[in-house]
């Protein structure tokens, strides 16, 4: 049974930094499409970051810069390293494996970014 079990989320001054954390089990980060997603109260959930098994990278344009998406397979973990963050950052943030139509998430880190 795969399962992501995200950490490091909290409660963060605006203009801080956050290092998520993704650990999976059940199966190897590897091997899929890795993505940190968000979903702010009211608002869809929407991509953050994703790393591919081949290690290109991809980032939401509000994520741009500020944000480095990283996968240690040794460990079995992807991560989220954020900083200037800002209240519109505040949302619960959740990890995503995805292989050939397959998904799993997590359940998901409260980040609050406050002002």
């Known amino acids: 049974q795969v399962q992501l079990v995200e950490s490091g989320g909290g409660l963060v001054q605006a203009g801080g930094s956050l290092r998520l954390s993704c650990a999976a089990s059940?199966?190897?980060?590897?091997?899929?499409?890795m993505g940190w997603y968000r979903q702010a109260p009211g608002k869809q959930r929407e991509l953050v970051a994703a790393?591919?098994?081949?290690?290109?990278?991809n980032y939401a344009d509000s994520a741009k810069g500020r944000s480095t998406i990283s996968r240690d397979n040794a460990k079995n973990t992807v991560s989220l390293q954020m900083s200037s963050l800002k209240p519109e950052d505040t949302a619960v943030y959740y990890c995503?494996?995805?292989?050939?139509?397959?998904?799993?998430w997590g359940k998901g880190t409260l980040v609050t970014v406050s002002s």
């Open positions: 995503h494996a995805a292989m050939w139509g397959i998904n799993y």
């Open positions: 059940g199966t190897s980060v590897s091997l899929y499409v």
């Open positions: 790393i591919t098994s081949s290690g290109s990278t």
